[in-house]
């Protein structure tokens, strides 16, 4: 093996680390997001004023989740 492929070897193995990485990343933000959307709904249906409105618009919010 030459020199050159071996920089191939190692440029494609560095590629794969960081799509882990990214995938990781993007896992602990997702559940973040999912987490806070959760909260906003629920702040949404804990006004009682709203009726009918906040409770559709909590499950609108909770509809955003990934």
Known sequence: MSNLDLNVW???????????????INEVSEKIRNDTLEEVAKEFEAMKNGGDTTASFAVFVREMKR
């Open 10 to 24: 190692e440029r494609a193995m560095g590629w794969r680390k960081r799509q882990m990485i990214k995938a990781q």
